[in-house]
Every structure is written in C-alpha cells, then in structure tokens.
C-alpha cells in the first residue's frame, strides 16, 4: 500500500513524504506518523493547501537536514577528543560516550545507550569513600548547578579504577 511504499521511499532517500488521501481514519494517520510523513492532507484539496504543505515539509527537511549535520560534526569532535567524556541528559541516561571513555569502561556506546550512568560507572568521594551516596546522583538531582570541579575516585562496572577530576555545568 501507499503508507508502506512510503516507509521505502523515506529509509532510502530521505526525503520528505506528503499523504494525499481520502482516507482521514484515525489508524491511516497513525500509520503516516509511524513512518514519519512530512504532511498529511485529505481529498478534496485546494492548490493552496498543497502548496502551504509542500513549503513546510520541504523547510522541515533543510532544518532536520542542517541540525543532523551539526550533531554529526559535534559527534565527531567529541570522538576525536583525547579526555574520556560519557554525556548524560538532565536524568542521567548516557546520551553519548567517546572511545577514550569506552576503553576505560570497556562498554561500547551502542551497548550504554539510554542506561543509567549510575549502571556503568560508580564516583567515590576521593577524600571520604566511605560515603555511600553516590556523587553523580547528587549532580544530576540539582538543577542550580553552576560549576562543580572535585576529584572522585571512578569505579567502572569492570572495577577498573581510575582519579578522576569530574565536572558538572
């Protein structure tokens, strides 16, 4: 059908996809989200329609173009970067991490995807280990952050040790 054949063109191109149909059921635009359509309209339409919907898929495409572009220079520049770096979001889901990080954890990026940095790598208070609060719980709960700058003992799931300075923004 038309929304599979779609699906294809979008994999293979990547391109955008505008549904021009008769069908306006709740499952047929479900199905046009799932395979990330650029626009959706319904028959009849008028000329205007379809070309306030092409201009604004076509728009679309050259920003996701542009942004997908950036976020692969950045990730190239974060890779090449000689410090071991793991990127979490604002819960503590590794978003990224670079090989020199890789090696010391011995976790490929792909395998920590979406975990929980407290799953892949323990910071013990250099000064105090016997604290059992794990720092990184206390950065990632703090929305005031500033700048922290501290030394902590880095603990990997393979229990390789490392001092480490960790920095928090």
Known sequence: ???????????????PVI????????????RAKMVGASGFLIK???????NACVAVALHKSHLEQAQQKKSLLFTKALENVKVKMIV?????YIVFINPEAERITGCQFQQVKDTLITDL???????????????????????DITEVN???????????ELQMEAAAT
């Open 19 to 30: 549904f021009l149909t008769a069908f306006s059921d709740a499952k047929t635009i479900e």
């Open 1 to 15: 059908d038309g929304i599979i054949t779609a699906a294809a063109i979008i994999k293979k191109f990547h391109i």
């Open 121 to 143: 790598i323990i910071l013990m208070d250099d000064v105090n280990p016997a604290i059992s609060e794990n720092p990184l719980l206390r950065f990632l709960n703090r929305v």
């Open 44 to 50: 009849p339409f008028r000329p205007s329609e379809l």
């Open 88 to 92: 979490t979001d604002a819960l503590g």
């Open 150 to 160: 501290t030394e902590y003992l880095l603990v990997t799931v393979l229990g390789n």
